[in-house]
């Protein structure tokens, strides 16, 4: 067992399925921020919010899913080591546009870029609200940070721009994930392509749609 893992099967493995994982919970987080569109008093996202900080979430899921983005990005940076060290440098010049997409060949990048933003959106929220607890008002916390004039518009640019990275991420990361499961052949592989790309579409575009409403009509 231990020889598979550490193997390169096993590592892609162990990627994809924490990479499912993080898909699933940026689903659940989409729709927890959605509140924040909905409720212009702040209650339901408040609710929401306070629930994320019960004990069993916060002892309990929090670790498993930092677990799950240490581990991703562990196996990410060990996998792209070994694929530039195995790749043969004649193969460095070739162009590759015509057999694979942008954000398949920049996945690395991309990652990276990702993991700005999300120690940006870590360092604005999470902490004060989960780690410093003097937030009392989530809500508020939040809409202050995209209303406050010329700041605010930068932090929604700034997001808007997370949020752009993060799609390109997922319409690679959403199926390559599956077919490295083993679910995936020449249909399903057009199919979960397909899939890929709506479900970026839509985690992306309602991490656009947030701060821009919040900025524009809070």
């Avoid at 942008?102 to 990652?111: A, E, K, P, T, Y």
């Avoid at 991420?169 to 790309?197: P, V």
């Amino acid at each position: 067992m231990s020889s598979f893992l550490s193997s390169s099967i096993g590592k892609k493995l162990i990627m994809s399925l924490s990479g499912l994982f993080l898909v699933l919970f940026l689903l659940v987080h989409l729709i927890l921020n959605s509140f924040l569109m909905f409720d212009s008093t702040g209650e339901l996202f408040n609710a929401g919010a306070h629930f994320m900080a019960m004990p069993v979430i916060r002892f309990g899921l929090q670790p498993v899913l930092f677990g799950g983005f240490i581990v991703h990005i562990i196996y990410a940076i060990i996998l792209t080591l070994q694929n530039q060290k195995a790749r043969p440098q004649k193969y460095a010049s070739q162009n590759l546009s015509n057999s694979s997409t942008w954000s398949s060949r920049n996945m690395f990048v991309l990652g990276g870029l990702v993991l700005v933003f999300i120690a940006m959106h870590l360092m604005h929220f999470f902490v004060p609200i989960q780690i410093q607890g003097n937030v009392h008002d989530d809500y508020q916390l939040v809409k202050n940070l995209f209303t406050n004039g010329s700041t605010g518009l930068v932090y929604t640019g700034l997001y808007v721009v997370g949020a752009i990275l993060l799609g390109l991420h997922l319409a690679h990361g959403f199926w390559s994930a599956f077919q490295s499961i083993g679910m995936s052949n020449i249909i399903w592989r057009a199919r979960l392509e397909k899939a890929g790309y709506i479900y970026a579409i839509i985690i992306s575009g309602g991490f656009i749609i947030i701060p821009l409403y919040l900025h524009f009509f809070a």
